[in-house]
């Protein structure tokens, strides 16, 4: 089973408008991490938080942790047609060595 | 290498045959780890290496698919007797170090897409 599950599983937005998506796990993590794919190739490192963090941004990302809650967010702000990908969470459940993936939420910016 | 290196990026297979997708990670990262994913689906993780041993290799699907690493560096993932369900893209992704507590984000591949005819 995933250990992290993402909603919603697709959104479609103006660009311009901000993308919000959520996140929801299972165990105990030491960090979250979320990763943007396009074109159902690689993944891209977007962000990463550690369970002692509440908030972290990097430039238009907003991701936030709960871990009361088992739950994140990312929100992307001022949405741009570039934007449109899929975007996985991924977390390291218990004390494994191995990332576990949601299974994405796929985001669509119209221009 | 400037990042992680997948070849072939694409290979059409006929069904029985057997294959090997390469992958040259980041230079000095220890960790090493193997994904599969279905079109439009999340990814299925399948091994993972620290240096040239593979402490989990609880993702390989069968005995058909085996992977090693040499010298702390390449790994080859190999599928024997290839069936249509083997077919997806495979993305290889490597880290400094494994294990959650190091807190590195993974370094992605561009994958090989596996179709098997």
């Known amino acids: 089973s995933q250990q992290g599950e993402e909603d919603p599983q697709a959104l479609s937005i103006q660009e311009g408008e901000n993308a919000t998506m959520n996140c929801s796990y299972k165990t105990s993590i030491n960090n979250l991490q979320w990763y943007r794919q396009n074109s159902g190739r690689g993944l891209v490192h977007l962000i990463l938080i550690r369970s002692n963090e509440r908030e972290k941004h990097s430039g238009r990302l907003r991701v936030t942790l709960d871990t009361s809650k088992k739950s994140s967010s990312l929100l992307i702000t001022a949405s741009r047609a570039a934007d449109t990908a899929s975007y996985f969470c991924a977390t390291v459940p218990g004390a494994g060595n191995k990332l576990t993936f949601g299974g994405g939420t796929r985001v669509l910016v119209k221009p | 290498g400037a990042g992680v290196s997948q070849s072939p990026s694409n290979k059409v297979t006929e069904k029985g045959k057997d294959v090997e997708l390469r992958c040259d990670p980041i230079s000095g990262h220890t960790a090493l780890y193997w994904y599969r994913q279905s079109l439009g689906q999340g990814l299925e993780f399948l091994i993972y290496f620290q240096g040239n041993s593979a402490p989990d290799k609880s993702g390989l699907p069968s005995d058909r698919f085996s992977a090693e690493r040499t010298g702390g560096s390449v790994s080859t993932l190999t599928i024997q007797r290839t069936q249509q369900e083997d077919s997806a893209v495979y993305l290889c992704?490597?880290?400094?170090?494994?294990?959650?507590?190091?807190?590195?984000?993974?370094?992605f591949g561009s994958g090989t897409r596996l179709t098997v005819v």
């Open positions: 992704a490597s880290s400094l170090v494994a294990g959650q507590g190091a807190g590195y984000g993974y370094t």
